[in-house]
C-alpha cells in the first residue's frame, strides 16, 4: 500500500505560482512513476504531469509545458508540482498518483491515489 497527502492548494490570481507537494508513505519502494492529474467541475481528470521515481525522467501535458515543473525529492518521499503563469483555465482539484508499473498520462494506469487539493485561479 502507498498513501499519498497533497498539499499546496489555494487561491491566486491569473499570472501567479503556486507549488502542489505530495508526500508519500507505505511501500514507496515499490512506486515506478508518480503523476499529477486534475479535475474540473463537469470535466473528465486530465494529465498534467508525471515524474520516473527513481530516473527522474518527465512527461507534461502540452497545455502546462513551459509553465509547470515536476520534480521529486527521494529522500522526503515528495513530489512536487511547481506551477508558474497560472491561467483561471488552471482552475481545478489536483490530484497526486503513484504508478507501479511505469510512466503513463493515463489515469487508469495509476494504483493509489491521493485526495486532491483545491486550485483556484481568478482573472
Known amino acids: 500500500q502507498v498513501q499519498l497527502v497533497e498539499s499546496g492548494g489555494g487561491l491566486v490570481q491569473a499570472g501567479g505560482s503556486l507549488r502542489l507537494s505530495c508526500a508519500a508513505s507505505g511501500r514507496t519502494d515499490s512506486v515506478y512513476g508518480m503523476g499529477w492529474f486534475r479535475q474540473a467541475p463537469g470535466k473528465e481528470r486530465e494529465f498534467v504531469a508525471a515524474?520516473?521515481?527513481?530516473?527522474?525522467?518527465?512527461m507534461y501535458a502540452d497545455s502546462v509545458k513551459g509553465r509547470f515543473t515536476i520534480s521529486r525529492d527521494n529522500a522526503k518521499n515528495t513530489v512536487y508540482l511547481q506551477m508558474n503563469s497560472l491561467k483561471p483555465e488552471d482552475t481545478a482539484v489536483y490530484y497526486c498518483?503513484?504508478?507501479?508499473?511505469?510512466?503513463?498520462?493515463?489515469?487508469?494506469?495509476?494504483?493509489?491515489w491521493g485526495q486532491g487539493t483545491q486550485v483556484t485561479v481568478s482573472s
Open positions: 515524474v520516473s521515481w527513481r530516473g527522474g525522467a518527465t
Open positions: 498518483a503513484a504508478d507501479l508499473g511505469g510512466l503513463s498520462r493515463l489515469a487508469i494506469d495509476y494504483d493509489y
